[in-house]
């Protein structure tokens, strides 16, 4: 499928010469076999994007770091159940880096996939292919701690999905957002707290299933995220609940060890029955003591005066 978008762009009388040129070196490093498909491969070879590095290719002087073009773009990539295609190959000059993405479009684009779909189940998401160019920076162990090399600046790209294919749309934001967020234990780049709410990252349990066929009182919903720091104060936030709160749970300390349970029975061991008169004897006590102290502070109270 992808050979034959590059084909078509190449083969577009319309296309500008700088998009035609682009798809030719695209076209070029697919029929190599340069681009790199596997997660694990990409988790421990690609090199590192950070967030800043998204925001500074995407956001426009003097406005949100919220803007759509950015959060859409990261709302969107944790919404999908899987990879579509997600694959990146270095240039000759090892100084940049190809990606070539399959997203999905907004359920606008989706009215005519519903047919496809179970009655009350989400629609089908329509797939479109973004391509860009990042400029990499070469890095060290000794000054950043990996050698994996490091994204600085957003060269070139096109959107397949948008009529203005080289504009700042949030559907390629979406493809640097997949990018930041394969990530890996054995990768030594710091980890993106949103890789805890992807459902395609291996090993991660967000929940991401939709159905509104069940009765309202049962439904969920729940706001994706749109950003590290949301996500960070999210899972910071989630720890200090369990940290107080505890977690709620029922624990069978004896298993089912007959013997252990016998001598918790026994007569070595107080049961409730005996513990409940002496606890009532004791709140009496109590109650009686603060009465007394009351009655005693009054009458001095009234002697002094």
Known sequence: MIPEILSALINCTECEPSLISFSQELQRHCTAGDF?????????????????????AFIHVGDSTDQKSIASGLTKVLEMDKVIFH??????????????????????????????????????????????????HPTTYDMHGHCLGLCTHLMRSYC??????????NHKSGLLHMQHLHWGEGRPTPKPATVGFCLWVPGMHAERACS????????????????????????????????????????????????????????????????????????????????NKITSKRRRIKDDK
Not at 96 to 112: E, F, L, M, R, V
Not at 236 to 244: S, T
Request: proline share 3%; with cysteine; glycine share 4%.
């Open 36 to 56: 790199v498909e596997d997660f694990n491969v990409i988790v421990l070879e690609a090199p590192e994007m950070t967030e800043n590095f998204i925001r500074e």
């Open 212 to 291: 509104t066929v069940q009765p309202a009182s049962m439904a969920h919903i729940k706001r994706l995220l749109t950003s590290n720091e949301e996500a960070e104060k999210k899972l910071k936030h989630g720890l200090k609940m369990n940290m107080h709160q505890g977690i709620p749970a029922k624990y069978d300390i004896f298993g089912t060890d007959s013997a252990k349970w016998d001598v918790l029975n026994g007569s070595d061991f107080v049961s409730k029955e005996q513990w409940d008169p002496l606890l009532c004897s004791l709140r009496a006590a109590s109650l009686t003591l603060a009465k």
């Open 160 to 169: 397949t999905q948008c009529k203005t294919g080289c504009g700042m749309c």
């Open 87 to 136: 694959a990146y190959a270095w240039a000759e000059n090892k100084r940049s880096i190809y990606i070539i993405s399959k997203q999905g479009a907004s359920q606008t684009h989706d009215q005519k996939t519903r047919k496809h779909t179970a009655m009350g189940e989400k629609p089908l998401l329509n797939e479109y292919c973004v391509m860009a160019q990042i400029a990499v």
